[in-house]
Nanobody, 114 residues
C-alpha cells in the first residue's frame, strides 16, 4: 500500500507562484517515478509533469519554462514549483505513482484569479 498526500495549493493572482508538495508513505520512494496531473471542471485529467527515480523530468508543453518538478528522496517528497501562473492553470492537482498498482493522492486545489 502506498499513500500520497499533496499540499500547497491555494488562491494566487495571475503571475504568482505556488509550490506543491507530495509526500509518499513508502520507503521505496527513491525507486519510484512520480507524476503530477491536474483536472479542471469539464476536462479530462492531464499530465503536467513527471520525474523519474533518477531525477529526469518531463513537462506538458503548456507548463514548460514555468513549472519545475523536483524530488527529495530523503524526505520521500516530490515538489512542483509553479511560477508565472495563469488562470488556465486553475485545477485540482494530483500526484501519482505506480508500485504494482497505480496510486493517487487526494488532490490539492489551485486557483489562479485576480
Amino acid at each position: 500500500q502506498v499513500q500520497l498526500v499533496e499540499s500547497g495549493g491555494g488562491l494566487v493572482q495571475p503571475g504568482g507562484s505556488l509550490r506543491l508538495s507530495c509526500v509518499v508513505s513508502r520507503s521505496i520512494f527513491n525507486i519510484l517515478a512520480m507524476g503530477w496531473y491536474r483536472q479542471s471542471p469539464g476536462k479530462q485529467r492531464e499530465l503536467v509533469a513527471g520525474i523519474t527515480s533518477g531525477g529526469s523530468t518531463n513537462y506538458a508543453d503548456s507548463v514548460k519554462g514555468r513549472f519545475t518538478n523536483s524530488r527529495d528522496n530523503a524526505k520521500n517528497t516530490v515538489y512542483l514549483q509553479m511560477n508565472s501562473l495563469k488562470p488556465e492553470d486553475t485545477a485540482v492537482y494530483y500526484c501519482n505513482t505506480k508500485s504494482g498498482l497505480w496510486y493517487w493522492g487526494q488532490g490539492t486545489q489551485v486557483t489562479v484569479s485576480s
